[in-house]
Structures are given as structure tokens and as C-alpha cells.
């Protein structure tokens, strides 16, 4: 039988608790009774509370890459249907508590990237990350012929990611998915074309 | 001569604070230590400091307002140069810093827009007044035949907010304006066509 250890229940428990409130409004206490677990665990299992919003980030990288793999990367669907799909699903998940919590990325960026120049470079490499899958999407589009054949795909990526951001921001502030559908139509309607 | 209260201190240094920090991050004590202020002064003038989060949003847009009418609404200039002069204005205050602090609202919204109802509702108060100075210009370009005619002028001033928005944040993340360029172009060159 598996044992989850308190090191994975605090990461567990904590993702949630900063992802709802904020990571300079989530207290190491706030964290640890969430999971469960005595105030000391924190300390034994992470040198500082930036070392754990650092794995954090790499928590919520690993279920945005499970998105990515589905979604941008699945080969066996067309890429323009790919890159939809990638949108709704982020744009479902997110809107299981009405936008409420918004990306934690953008909100980590917004608090966080300012303070912390190691988490600004770990935020970095994650929207980079990101950006190469829809590169890679548009790629397949463009060769597929679904997409004009001079579209810049690394600035058109880039474009999405920060976009999507913005549109999830305003979302968090008006609780309504709105925002994401409305660049979504503009980039399909407009962007792509 | 005109007299400084201790009121308006804290509202000035404090707003820098908290643009600069976050509004989490920011404590009384650092905000009357940045005002030159007793301690004491702070809980004389705010009831909390939700009720001081709440007035230097209205400062900030006191700011916002200034940019505004200087480019949007300025009647003298035609509406697409209006809409540039918009967004240049913006990105090079932000990029006085290097886009460091990003921009103060959507810094809130990430950060205090789950947590304060009234916090939320401020906020969209102010991006709906920042959106009808777009969609104001908008249907100027409308009619000076600048952008098609059948253009969705309430669509594309929400799109054009929440966009920079995403813009400002990744442009926050790099410390780099790029984002804010690469979105003016698209807008200019796909989304007004």
C-alpha cells in the first residue's frame, strides 16, 4: 500500500490553500492544518515557504502539461481542433469554481514575480514551456494547411499565452468565463485567418 | 500654503507600496514607515486596511483617468492615433521600472479580487469605465471610417482590456515591454481589419 508522506500532503493541501487565497495570504499555519499535519512538518520538509511555493509551481506545471499532452500535443486530432480543445479544457477547469481562483501562474506573476527573482525565472520557464506546445500546435497547423502558411508561430504563441492570461484575470474579477471565450473567437475569427 | 495631512501621506507612499510589494505583502507598519508617519495615524484615517486597499484603487485611477483623457477621449487627434498614443502611454509608465510592478489592477485582481467582495466590485467598476474610454474611441474609428464598419466596438474594448492586461503580466514576468508591442501589432494589423 502507498503512504502518502506529510512532505506530499503539505504540497498537496497547500497548492489548494494558495491557489484559493494567494500565496502571501496563505500562512505556513493556514497550510499545515489543511493537511493535517503538525506546523513542524513544514519546516522539516521545506527550507523556506519559497522553496515551497517553488514546488508548488512545478505541482501545477504537472497537471497543465497533462492538459497540453491532451490537448496540443495528441497527434491523432487536427491541430486547429487541438488548439481549441487546449482552451476549453484550461477554460473548464478553471471555471469549476466560477473563475474564482484564476491561474495560479498569473497569480503567482502578479504577487510574487517581483519579489522573488527565483520564482520570476521558475514562472518564466513554465510560460516558456507552455508556449513551445502551442508552437508546436501551430506548426502542425500551418503545415496542415489549416492556418496561413506565413503565420509567425512563435509570436502568434506568445501571443495566446499572454492573452489567455489577461482573458483569465478579467474572469477571476467578473466570476464568467466570458473573456476566454471572447479571445478565442477573436483568434480563430481573426488571428488565425 | 497647502499642508500635506498624514492622511494623504499614507495614501501616497502607501499606494507605491503596494504597487511595488503587493497588496498582501504590504504591512501597515511598512506603509507608515514609508509615509513618515506615527503607527497610530493609519487606524485614525482607515478603518482597515481593506478601506485603504479601496482608496488607493481610486488613486491609482485618478492616474488612469489623466492617461485617459489625454489619449482616448482627446477629440483633436484621430481615433486610431488616439488608440496608440493609449498604449504607448500605458506601457512606458509601467516600463519606468522595467515593468516590474506591473499594473496595479490586475495585481489586485489576482491577488485580493477572490478574498474582498468589495475589492472585486471596485475593480470592475474601474475596468468598465477604462473599457467604455476604448469603446468611446472605437466608435469614433467607426465612424472616421478608420475600422470596418460592422466592428463590434463593446467586443474589441473588452478584448483590448483584458489583453493588456495579459500583456502588462508577462511583460511583469520578463521585465521586458515585448508583450505590449506584440499585442498592439495584432491588434492593429488582424483584429481592427
New interface residues.
Given amino acids: 500500500m502507498s503512504r502518502v508522506s506529510n512532505r506530499d500532503r503539505i504540497l498537496e493541501a497547500g497548492l489548494q490553500v494558495v491557489h484559493?487565497?494567494?500565496y502571501?495570504?496563505a500562512s505556513v499555519r493556514d497550510i499545515v492544518a489543511a493537511a493535517g499535519v503538525p506546523q513542524g512538518s513544514f519546516t522539516n520538509h521545506f527550507a523556506s515557504k519559497e522553496a515551497f511555493g517553488l514546488e508548488i509551481i512545478d505541482h501545477y506545471l504537472a497537471a497543465t502539461r497533462d492538459v497540453l499532452e491532451k490537448t496540443l500535443l495528441d497527434e491523432t486530432r487536427q491541430p486547429l481542433q487541438r488548439l481549441e480543445a487546449c482552451i476549453d479544457t484550461g477554460r473548464d477547469l478553471l471555471n469549476a469554481d466560477c473563475m474564482?481562483?484564476?491561474c495560479m501562474l498569473?497569480?503567482f506573476?502578479?504577487?510574487?514575480?517581483?519579489?522573488s527573482e527565483q520564482m520570476?525565472n521558475k514562472?518564466?520557464s513554465v510560460?516558456d514551456e507552455i508556449e513551445a506546445a502551442y508552437a508546436h500546435c501551430l506548426r502542425a497547423a500551418v503545415q496542415a494547411g489549416e492556418v496561413p502558411a506565413d503565420l509567425d508561430v512563435k509570436?502568434t504563441a506568445?501571443?495566446i499565452?499572454?492573452?489567455?492570461?489577461?482573458?483569465?484575470?478579467?474572469a477571476?474579477?467578473?466570476?464568467d468565463p466570458t473573456?476566454v471565450d471572447?479571445?478565442k473567437k477573436?483568434l480563430f475569427e481573426?488571428?488565425l485567418?
Wanted: hydrophobic share 40%; net charge positive; glycine share 8%.
Fill in positions: 484559493e487565497h494567494g502571501a495570504n474564482r481562483r484564476g498569473g497569480n506573476t502578479a504577487e510574487a514575480s517581483a519579489e520570476r514562472l518564466l510560460f509570436e506568445a501571443l499565452v499572454q492573452s489567455l492570461q489577461g482573458a483569465n484575470l478579467l477571476k474579477a467578473h466570476r473573456p471572447r479571445f477573436t481573426k488571428i485567418k
